[in-house]
Nanobody
Framework: VQVVETGGGLVEAGGSLRLSCVVSGRTFSRYHMGWFRQAPGKEREFVAAITWSGISTYGADSVKGRFTISKDNTQNTVYLQMNSLKPEDTADYYC????????????????WGKGTLVTVSS
């Protein structure tokens, strides 16, 4: 299974980015997918997740209302729309994929992407 994130980059504070994550390889009947992030010197933290049926959850209060997770089952793709970005959102963003257990903080992850860097300048 390959998990590939795209869409990271440099953006000014207040700007927007949309991250994408595509899963390929072994085909499951359904995926649970999500996003984590890790800032320099900090632990990886849960950002958002979406179940195969489309139920979404969000992590830190700081992203609620600014980040939106969505997915396209036909393309095995999950998106993270990030608006009103802040310098503290700067991190490597990682896509997580499970075929049985839903994605969430502290839960095991079957497949990780290599990450995409988001840098928000002040």
């Amino acid at each position: 299974v390959q998990v590939v994130e795209t869409g990271g980059g440099l953006v000014e504070a207040g700007g927007s980015l949309r991250l994408s994550c595509v899963v390929s390889g072994r085909t499951f009947s359904r995926y649970h997918m999500g996003w984590f992030r890790q800032a320099p010197g900090k632990e990886r933290e849960f950002v958002a997740a979406i179940t195969w049926s489309g139920i979404s959850t969000y992590g830190a209060d700081s992203v609620k209302g600014r980040f939106t997770i969505s997915k396209d089952n036909t393309q095995n793709t999950v998106y993270l729309q990030m608006n009103s970005l802040k310098p503290e959102d700067t991190a490597d963003y990682y896509c997580a994929v499970n075929d049985e257990l839903t994605i969430g903080p502290g839960r095991p992850v079957n497949y990780w992407g290599k990450g995409t860097l988001v840098t928000v300048s002040s």
